[in-house]
């Protein structure tokens, strides 16, 4: 009991004075969490400077955005949360990526033997960089859609929104890669259509 009575102390002295702008609590911070939450990002992500970079900018958000701290809120709840978060994230993305990449593939394999419509690196990067440079939102509603199949009514629930609200995230998200990746429209509209 008495541990967690300290803990608790702790982390409101820490969470006030990470508030305050003490580099020095940061610096506390960052050096009694860092292994630990490098430790647990590798349960989700293989490759270890993957591991060490998603912990870096976790804690360079809790800097940048440590006057919204709540002092009742546990740091270190904070951060291994927001890591895991970060962790699934980049295993979506992988996926994500790479059901693209077979989805173009597939769809592009018979039709065009010749060289001259060659499906290069350059609009993959593109089309990833463009659905990840989407509001979050749309983003989420849009992969889920597109690359997952789910209906709108499942993404609303998931979500916490109506269907109207998902329908009217992908529209927007379609809008703004169909202006973004223009220059590809005649080999994505598979994706892009609707």
């Given at each position: 009991?008495?541990?967690?009575?300290?803990?608790?102390?702790?982390?409101?002295?820490?969470?006030?004075?990470?508030?305050?702008?003490?580099?020095?609590?940061?610096?506390?911070?960052?050096?009694?969490?860092?292994?630990?939450?490098?430790?647990?990002?590798?349960?989700?992500?293989?490759?270890?400077?993957?591991?060490?970079?998603?912990?870096?900018?976790?804690?360079?958000?809790?800097?940048?955005?440590?006057?919204?701290?709540?002092?009742?809120?546990?740091?270190?709840?904070?951060?291994?949360?927001?890591?895991?978060?970060?962790?699934?994230?980049?295993?979506?993305?992988?996926?994500?990526?790479?059901?693209?990449?077979?989805?173009?593939y597939a769809t592009f394999e018979e039709p065009f033997e010749d060289?001259?419509?060659?499906?290069?690196?350059?609009?993959?990067?593109?089309?990833?960089?463009?659905?990840?440079?989407?509001?979050?939102?749309?983003?989420?509603?849009?992969?889920?859609?597109?690359?997952?199949?789910?209906?709108?009514?499942?993404?609303?629930?998931?979500?916490?929104?109506?269907?109207?609200?998902?329908?009217?995230?992908?529209?927007?998200?379609?809008?703004?890669l169909r202006e973004d990746l223009k220059e590809y429209m005649p080999?994505?509209?598979?994706l892009l259509k609707g």
């Open positions: 009991m008495e541990d967690n009575k300290n803990q608790i102390v702790n982390n409101e002295l820490i969470t006030r004075l990470l508030k305050e702008g003490s580099e020095q609590a940061f610096e506390a911070v960052y050096k009694s969490f860092y292994k630990g939450l490098c430790a647990f990002a590798s349960q989700y992500v293989e490759e270890r400077e993957e591991c060490e970079e998603i912990v870096q900018d976790v804690m360079m958000w809790l800097w940048e955005n440590r006057k919204a701290l709540i002092p009742e809120m546990s740091v270190k709840t904070l951060l291994f949360t927001i890591v895991k978060n970060k962790c699934l994230n980049s295993l979506s993305h992988k996926q994500i990526k790479q059901r693209v990449h077979e989805s173009l060289p001259d419509m060659y499906i290069g690196n350059e609009m993959m990067t593109k089309l990833d960089q463009a659905i990840q440079n989407l509001p979050e939102d749309y983003r989420i509603a849009f992969t889920l859609n597109r690359f997952e199949n789910q209906t709108y009514n499942d993404i609303a629930v998931k979500m916490n929104v109506s269907s109207k609200t998902i329908a009217y995230r992908i529209s927007q998200a379609l809008k703004i080999l994505l509209l598979f």
